[in-house]
C-alpha cells in the first residue's frame, strides 16, 4: 500500500488557511466581525421535518439560532432538495438572497455545493457529512460530521443488556427460538442499511461492537435498502431480518419504517423482536419494542459555526466532535430496555469521555481472523493515488480530525461475526 504523504498534502495546504481540528479555527485575515444583521444562513435540506435526520437539523439550527441572538428572517430554508442539478440551482438563489453562510445536510448534495464553492467565494459553503473539502483547496468550502459512531457504540450496548436479559430470564433459547439462533449458536441480530458506504459500515459496526460488548455471541445481518428514506422498503426490511429470526433490528435509515415493523410484529404474533433506531426517538410508533435511538445532537456544530461566523472567524475545514462536546446522544430509554441500563449507559459514556474505551479497539474485532494493524491503510483521495493509516496504540481513530484526517467517517473494513446484502452497485 501506498504511504499516506499525498493523501494529508491536500489537508495540510488547506490547513494553512483554516483549521482542521474541531475546536481550532483560524482568524480571518482582516475580516470583521458579523453583526447579527449582516448574517444571513441558507440551509439545503434533502427532505423535511417529518423526516428524522433533517428533522434533527432543523431543530439543531433553530436551537443555536436562538441561543446566539440569530432571528427567523435571517434563516432561509429549502426543503426536499435532491441530491441532483437542483441543490446548485437551490444554493445559487441562496446567494441571491443574500445568504453568507450556506449549508447542505445530505452526502448526495456534496458535488453541488463545492461547485457553488467555486463560484461564489464570497460566501461559505458547509458540505454536511461530506469528505472533500480539505482535497478541494478551497477555503470557502467545509466539512462537518458528529462522531455519532460512538453513540451507535452505546445504542448497542442497549440492545445487548436487552438480549442478556431476554437469555437470563429463559426467552431467548435455542430451545424457545430456534431461527434466532445460527448453526453455530450465535444470536442474530438485524441491521437496516441505507447505503455501503463508509458512513453506514462505520455505524453499524459501532453497534456490533457495542452489543457484543455485553453478548459475546451475536452474529449480525446487515440488509441494504439503496435509499436514505423509504419507509415502505425500511419496513420490508425489518421484516425480512425478522423473517430470518434476527431478534434485534437496528438501522441506519431515516424513516420509522423499521421501528413499526417491528412493533407490529410484536403486537400482531408475538415475536420476541426489539427495535433501536436513528436519529430520533421510536418510542411514538414503536412504544413496547423501541429501546433508544442513536442519535447526534447538531445543535453543538451549529453553534460553533453561527458563534465563528459572528466573531468573523474561520469555520474549521473538518469539523467531528462526540460525546466530549455532547454532540452525540442517545434518546430516552423505553421501558422495554433491561433493568440497569441507564447506569451501564452512563458508565460507557464517561469511559468514552475520558478516553478508556475505545469504539474501535482492534483487540476487540477482526478482518479476515486477522487483526488490523497499522499496515492496514484506507483510501481517503477516492482516486486510489493514496493510503492513510489511521491505527494508532491499537486503535482505528475514525474521523480523527486532531490527527488531519477527515471528518466523515472511512473505517469501511468488513469484520467477521457481520454479513451484508442487497447493496447496490
Not at 436513528?278 to 433508544?292: C, F, G, I, K, R
Not at 490527527?403 to 452497485?425: L, N
Request: aromatic content about 10%; charged content about 20%.
Amino acid at each position: 500500500m501506498k504511504k499516506f504523504v499525498n493523501a494529508l498534502l491536500g489537508l495540510v495546504l488547506s490547513c494553512s488557511m483554516a483549521a482542521c481540528g474541531s475546536s481550532a479555527a483560524a482568524k480571518t485575515s482582516d475580516a470583521p466581525a458579523a453583526e447579527n444583521g449582516g448574517l444571513k444562513v441558507g440551509v439545503i435540506l434533502v427532505g423535511d421535518e417529518n423526516e428524522g435526520y433533517t428533522a434533527a437539523h432543523i431543530d439543531g439550527i433553530k436551537k443555536a439560532a436562538s441561543e446566539l441572538g440569530i432571528s427567523d428572517d435571517q434563516l432561509l430554508w429549502k426543503y426536499s432538495v435532491g441530491e441532483t442539478q437542483d441543490c446548485k440551482d437551490a444554493a445559487d438563489d441562496l446567494v441571491d438572497q443574500g445568504a453568507t453562510i450556506v449549508i447542505a445536510n445530505s452526502y448526495g448534495h456534496q458535488t453541488f455545493i463545492q461547485a457553488a464553492a467555486e463560484e461564489h467565494p464570497e460566501v461559505t459553503f458547509i458540505s454536511m457529512t461530506g469528505d472533500t473539502a480539505a482535497d478541494s483547496g478551497l477555503p470557502n468550502f467545509k466539512n462537518a460530521f458528529t462522531a455519532v459512531y460512538q453513540s451507535r457504540y452505546v445504542s448497542g450496548v442497549v440492545a445487548g443488556l436487552k438480549l442478556q436479559e431476554l437469555i437470563d430470564n429463559g426467552k431467548l433459547t435455542a430451545e424457545k427460538i430456534p431461527s434466532a439462533f445460527t448453526a453455530d449458536g450465535d444470536i442474530k441480530v438485524g441491521y437496516v442499511g441505507a447505503y455501503p458506504y463508509a458512513e453506514v459500515v462505520s455505524g453499524y459496526t459501532a453497534f456490533y461492537l457495542g452489543v457484543k460488548s455485553i453478548v459475546s455471541n451475536v452474529h449480525m445481518y446487515v440488509e441494504y435498502t439503496n435509499s436514505w428514506f423509504d419507509i415502505n422498503k425500511e419496513g420490508e426490511t425489518a421484516n425480512s431480518l425478522m423473517a430470518e429470526g434476527c431478534v434485534m433490528i437496528s438501522q441506519h435509515a431515516d424513516s420509522t419504517g423499521a421501528p413499526s415493523a417491528v412493533e407490529a410484529a410484536y403486537k400482531d404474533n408475538g415475536t420476541v423482536a426489539l427495535s433501536v433506531g436513528y436519529n430520533v426517538s421510536m418510542l411514538e410508533v414503536a412504544p413496547d419494542v423501541a429501546l433508544t435511538s442513536a442519535s447526534n445532537n447538531w445543535s453543538v456544530y451549529y453553534n460553533y459555526v453561527f458563534s465563528q461566523a459572528l466573531k468573523g472567524e474561520d469555520i474549521a475545514t473538518n469539523w467531528c466532535e462526540g460525546y466530549t462536546q455532547d454532540a452525540v446522544e442517545i434518546t430516552e430509554l423505553g421501558n422495554a430496555a433491561a433493568e440497569g441500563t441507564q447506569a451501564k449507559v452512563d458508565e460507557v459514556i464517561s469511559a468514552i469521555k475520558d478516553g478508556t474505551l475505545n469504539v474501535f479497539d482492534t483487540k476487540t474485532f477482526t478482518v479476515g481472523g486477522k487483526e488490523l494493524t497499522d499496515a492496514d491503510g484506507v483510501d481517503l483521495n477516492f482516486d486510489g493515488t493514496a493510503d492513510i493509516f489511521p491505527i494508532k496504540d491499537g486503535v482505528f481513530k475514525e474521523s480523527d480530525v486532531a490527527d488531519g484526517f477527515r471528518s466523515a467517517p472511512y473505517f469501511s473494513f468488513r469484520i467477521d461475526g457481520i454479513e451484508e446484502s442487497g447493496a447496490e452497485g
